[in-house]
């Protein structure tokens, strides 16, 4: 008998294009359900989270289990307190909205959030490719581009709750330009279509995956000058569809890594794929208890 | 009576163009002195430091006060256990030396070394305009860019001792370069002369103090987007002759720090002036005993 009572959670991920819940059993995914995120209003919002935990819910009464809680990763600022989100640049009816009471008014469930890149993180740290490292950077690299700091066994946010943000690093002095604008430029907004695109052998795809992860080699050593971690662990849509880029991406940062020990930082791929986000939102429950 | 028995400790700024050394009794400068710093080879170094410190454990003596030991700043990179210089690429003639053993074959001193931005950083910190924050980000403008972090009482030096190193941030991904040359390349390695013919009124020179200003801004946002400290400290040579730069910093950092709550970051100058990095040198053998 284990010591601890048994716990199931939930977790969402809320994308810019979809919605992603699992039912989390804190070592692996029971049930997995991917919506796509509505943009129109926050009701209809609202209405989607709930018909995406609805059957989650469903699943751990046949299991007879209690579902402690639900996470949410945000793909926005979110102040230091967890409770209001600040700025939801993706999704832009979350802005300023206080989405853990307006959830709790249709579920009864204890909702946490944090934003999306530091759930990433925390899963990867805790159940995935970082589980034997104490210094982790994630990025993922999907619709947008978002980082998170795990640190000693918890996310690092910084004096201001600001840190972390790495799809903002100003990548042009001259004409000052962001990593994410960049990336979307790239993209045109759509990475999705790219991948399929590089999948089917498009040349012109496969050249912007390039330079997709040339960008990243650079933003890695940006990264590693400046804090230095055990390994940079990667995930996102993007990745899912082409390894490739790590491989551009790996050859570059090298040669911009100042400090020669420094030079031996990992490169990995997160092992949760698209659910990771969801697995770590899940995680804000299970490391509250 | 103080519990505490009084010493004194010795710090040497080694910089590429001049060497600082100031005598310390924990709180205060108690002499000062500066040398040229000999370019050519070892031996001329070492009797050069030797002829720095000479005089201030002279003055040592007048007051009957030990002196604990003897700390250098060094402008390059350290291994993480202080031992050996890996890089010191404004003065290569330390290149992969072990140069304390080498100043304790002509000094009878206890000897500890760290890079310069983190002995600037360490002197603000303990004794300086950071001494009410845990969380500060150092940075030191003269010939070159260095950069230190300070975090809960101590240099956070990253997993392989590569953290801090903020003047190697690339700050144009399309034709990769780094901060600091792009600093060389707008001083003409000559930070010196920019800062007599400003003060004299140039406009050209004043021009190029607000691009400088410009790019410590963009650098600082990108530091409070990855880190988030509590407050930015400059310093350098740059610095002294020009306030000026900080307020286009001022200006343009706000612009570009995705969190709101991460735009109240304080950015001050030091208050030890050209002898922060001494001081910091100093205070590294005040800390170890």
Known sequence: ?????????????????????????????????????????????????????????????KDKIKIAGLGLGIPGVIDKDKKIILKCPNLPLLDRVNLISKIKESL?????????????VRAEALKGAG????????????????????????????????????GHMIINFESPIDWEKAY??????????????????????????????EMLGLACANIVNLIDPEIIIV???????????LNFARKIIKKHIINPEA???????????QLAGAVGAALLISSEL
Not at 142 to 164: D, L, P
Not at 185 to 211: S, W
Not at 235 to 245: A, H, K, N, T, Y
Request: hydrophobic share 40%.
């Open 263 to 273: 030079q031996k930082i990992k490169i990995s791929k997160g092992k949760f794929g």
């Open 184 to 213: 979307h430029k790239l993209t045109q907004g759509d990475p999705a279509q790219l991948a399929e695109e590089a999948f089917r052998g498009d040349i012109l795809a496969e050249k912007i995956y390039e330079e997709i992860g």
């Open 131 to 166: 589980k034997n490292y104490k210094n982790i950077f994630g990025l993922t690299i999907g619709t947008g581009i978002g980082g998170g700091w795990w640190k000693e066994g918890e996310i690092y946010s910084g004096s201001h709750g600001g840190a972390g943000e790495a």
């Open 108 to 120: 009864e469930l204890k909702t946490a959030m944090d934003n999306d890149a530091n759930c990433f």
């Open 1 to 61: 008998m284990s010591k601890l009572s048994k716990f199931y959670s939930i977790g969402i991920d809320v994308g810019g294009t979809k919605l992603s819940g699992v039912l989390f059993d804190g070592k692996k995914i029971l049930a997995d359900l991917t919506l796509a995120t509505p943009k129109d209003n926050l009701s209809h919002f609202l209405i989607m989270i709930k018909a995406l935990a609805d059957p989650l819910i469903e699943r751990a009464k």
């Open 235 to 245: 995930g996102g849509g993007v990745l899912e569809s082409s390894d490739l880029f």
